[in-house]
C-alpha cells in the first residue's frame, strides 16, 4: 500500500525545463483515448458495451507463429547464463546482430545487404529515432516530417532533445505523397524563421497512411538532403508488414543502386515491436551509412540497452530460416485480409479510406459527414465516435493531419469477432446519422 504525503506550503521546488515542458506531447488526443480505453476496455464476455481500441497499432494476428516456435523449440535458459549474466558490451550480441541484419534483408527480399557491424542496438524504435535526434541535431535545430505523422514523433524527436519539427505538408490531392514542392517549402519556412535544419525523417511504410512510399519519391528524397547537405533518417519499422511486398522500396535499395553515394548522410530505424508483434520486449535498432554516426549511437546507447537474455532468445528465432521464412509470408497474409476486412467493412458503411498496401491500420475519411471543415469539429465527431460508438480511433489532428476529417482506424491488435463488432458498431452510427440528417 502506498504512502500518501501531503504538499504542504506554498513553497515549490523547481524542476527542470525538460520536466515542465508540454512536449511530450501526452495531452494529444491520441493519448486520451487510450485513456478512455483504459477506463472502459471491451470484453467480449465480461464488458461488451466497453470501449474498442483501435487507437493501438500492435500486431496480434501472427502471434500464435511465435507462439508455436517458443514451444517447439524453448530456449534454454541455463545455456551460457554466466556468459549472458555477465555480458556488458553495449555493441551488443554479435549473434544477435547477425541476426537481425540477415532478418533485415529476408524482410527486404534480398534486395539490400545489412553489415551487422553497422547496427546499434536500442530499446525499441521509440529510444532509435530520439537517440539519432540527439546526434544528428542541437537544440533549436529542425528535423522536416511529412504530414501526417506518428503522433508520437512529438515526444521521440522533441520533448529531451529540444528539437523543433518542421512540417512538409502532404494533402489528399495527390494521396499525401512527398513532392518536391513540398520539401521546398517545409526547408524555406524553417530558414524564413532562422532554423536550422538538419535531417528529414520519413516513415516507409507510412504511419499513419498505411502505405510505402514510391522508388521515384524516395530518390527526389534523398536528392534533395544532398542539396541541401541535410540527414535523411528513414523509419522502417513496418517493412516486414507490407503485404504487397513488391511495393515496398527501401531506401538502403536506392543505395545500393547508386552504389552508396551520398549514403553517409543516410540512417535507418527498424524494431521488432510492429512485425513481430513484440513492443514488450523492446527491440530496436539503428542501421546508419555513416562511421561517426555508429560510434556515436553505440557510446549513447548505454543508456537504451536490450538485456542480453532477450538477445540471446531472439538471435536463436531469426536464425531460424525455417520459423522466418514461414513468419513473413503468413503475417502477410493475414495482414492482406485483414486490411480487406476492414476496408470493405467501411465502404459498406458508406466510409472511404486511402488506398493502402502496408502497416496494421487504415487511413478512413470522414470528412464528408463533417458540419464544417475544422479541426474543431473533427475533434467533436472523435468524442462523439469514442463515447458514443465507444470506438477508439486516431484523429487526423494529432498526427498533424493538414485536412480535417481523416482518422487512423487499427485493425491487428483484436481478433477477427471483435472487429466485427466494431465495423457493426460503426456501420450503425453511420445509418443513425443518415436518418437524423435526411
Not at 527526389?220 to 535523411?232: R, S, T, Y
Request: proline share 4%.
Amino acid at each position: 500500500m502506498g504512502i500518501e504525503i501531503e504538499q504542504q506550503g506554498s513553497c515549490v521546488v523547481g524542476l527542470s525545463r525538460i520536466a515542465v515542458s508540454d512536449t511530450h506531447g501526452e495531452d494529444s488526443p491520441y493519448f486520451a483515448g487510450w485513456k478512455a480505453y483504459d477506463e472502459n476496455p471491451y470484453d467480449e464476455l465480461t464488458n461488451p458495451c466497453g470501449v474498442i481500441q483501435m487507437g493501438l497499432a500492435e500486431n496480434q494476428v501472427s502471434f500464435d507463429l511465435v507462439e508455436q516456435y517458443l514451444e517447439e523449440k524453448p530456449s534454454d535458459t541455463t545455456s551460457g547464463f554466466r556468459e549472458n549474466a555477465l555480458f556488458q558490451d553495449y555493441h551488443g550480441l554479435l549473434s544477435f546482430r547477425k541476426a537481425m541484419a540477415s532478418f533485415m534483408e529476408e524482410i527486404r527480399g534480398g534486395r539490400a545487404k545489412f553489415n551487422p557491424e553497422r547496427i546499434v542496438i536500442t530499446a525499441g524504435a521509440t529510444a532509435a529515432n530520439e537517440l539519432l535526434t540527439f546526434i544528428l541535431a542541437d537544440p533549436g535545430d529542425a528535423l522536416l516530417v511529412p504530414t501526417p505523422y506518428y503522433p508520437g514523433f512529438d515526444r521521440d524527436l522533441r520533448w529531451r532533445t529540444g528539437v523543433n519539427i518542421v512540417p512538409i505538408h502532404c494533402t489528399s490531392s495527390n494521396n499525401f505523397e512527398i513532392t518536391l514542392q513540398s520539401l521546398h517549402q517545409a526547408y524555406d519556412e524553417a530558414r524564413s524563421q532562422n532554423i536550422k535544419v538538419r535531417g528529414i525523417l520519413i516513415t516507409n511504410p507510412s504511419n499513419p497512411l498505411g502505405a510505402t512510399i514510391k522508388r521515384k519519391t524516395l530518390e527526389q528524397i534523398l536528392d534533395f538532403a544532398a542539396l541541401k547537405n541535410i540527414h535523411l533518417i528513414s523509419d522502417e519499422i513496418y517493412s516486414g508488414s507490407s503485404f504487397s511486398p513488391e511495393e515496398f522500396v527501401s531506401v538502403s535499395e536506392i543505395l545500393e543502386a547508386r552504389s552508396y553515394k551520398d549514403s553517409e548522410r543516410v540512417h535507418i530505424v527498424y524494431s521488432l515491436s510492429k512485425d513481430l508483434g513484440l513492443p514488450g520486449f523492446r527491440v530496436g535498432t539503428i542501421y546508419s551509412y555513416n562511421d561517426k554516426v555508429v560510434t556515436t549511437a553505440r557510446r549513447m546507447s548505454s543508456f537504451t540497452l536490450i538485456s542480453s537474455q532477450t538477445q540471446q532468445l531472439l538471435a536463436d528465432m531469426l536464425s531460424d530460416k525455417g520459423f522466418t521464412e514461414k513468419y513473413i509470408r503468413v503475417n502477410r497474409e493475414r495482414l492482406r485480409k485483414r486490411y480487406r476486412m476492414i476496408v470493405d467493412g467501411l465502404d459498406k458503411a458508406g466510409i472511404k479510406c486511402l488506398n493502402g498496401n502496408a502497416g496494421l491500420f487504415c487511413w478512413m475519411n470522414l470528412s464528408t459527414i463533417l458540419d464544417e471543415q475544422t479541426k474543431e469539429k473533427e475533434l467533436e465527431l472523435w468524442e462523439l465516435i469514442l463515447h458514443e460508438v465507444r470506438v477508439n480511433i486516431s484523429p487526423g489532428s494529432s498526427c498533424h493531419c493538414s485536412e480535417p476529417g481523416w482518422f487512423r482506424v487499427c485493425f491487428a491488435n483484436m481478433s477477427e469477432q471483435t472487429l466485427e463488432v466494431a465495423l457493426t458498431r460503426i456501420h450503425d452510427f453511420m445509418e443513425r446519422r443518415k436518418n437524423t440528417h435526411n
